[in-house]
């Protein structure tokens, strides 16, 4: 600045760190260093609070939302790091945070987690626009063993060609078919269908009417494995009014 005063900018994404900082000022001259003096300084951190809402035992959901953040600049990501306290940390997922207003939410399936039930921790991470990174938050929730059953929906779309299945709360399953039949003439035209899982307790199909071509009430059973044994889990019905003359088609004609 002058003959006797010296002056540099410090950027804190330099160090990414709040708190108590250090600065120590030394002079050279020739091949000699010396400490001329020091002081400290301290930069601002961020504080906040995380919460358990909407905790759905009966299918193992639980929502967490973090509020009441106190931050010198804005935050451009929000992590919130979750595992159970069964066999450590080997179930641990990292969930990033959506803001919604004044809040950050996230949503836990603890499908996620191995299914676990018992103590779970969840630790808030930040990072701001200074580059500063850190543990804001904690918190530790009970979780228990879902107990909603499983369940078979059906839609019947737009095109009058196609039904699209679902099969939902169908928990450590390796696979899940559903044989789909029209309930005329019986199971005349009987059709199994492998599902694709979507979550860890969900499964989906999307069947052709052109596989069955009948009107009237459908069956739809689905079928689960689970440690190498397949069962009955759920089921439901549908009616088909009407199927588009080419819901059928033809390959390798002569």
Known sequence: VDAHTYQVTIPISNHKECGTYQAHAYAVKGSKTTLLTNSRFSVAGISGKVSVINKDDANGYFTLTVSDILAPAALTE????????KN???????????????????????GNHNLDTGIYNAHVYVTDSRGIHGLIANTTINVKAPT????????????????????????????????????????????????????????????????????????????????????LCAGTSFQIDKIIVNAISFSNRN
Do not use: C, F
């Open 148 to 231: 909603a059953a499983p369940k078979v929906t059906a839609e019947v779309l737009s095109d009058h060609a196609t039904v699209s299945l679902t099969a939902t709360n169908i928990i450590g399953a390796s696979k899940v078919q559903i044989p789909v039949w029209g309930e005329k003439d019986g199971q005349n035209d009987i059709v199994w269908y492998d599902m694709t899982q979507t979550d860890s307790r969900t499964w989906k199909a999307t069947i052709s009417l052109g596989n069955h071509m009948e009107t009237g009430s459908y069956q739809a059973h689905a079928y689960a494995t689970i440690n190498n044994k397949t069962q």
């Open 88 to 110: 450590g940390q080997d179930d641990i997922q990292w969930y990033t945070a959506q803001k919604s207003g004044n809040q950050w939410i996230v949503k836990v399936d603890i």
């Open 78 to 85: 929000m992590q919130i790091a979750v595992w159970s306290n």
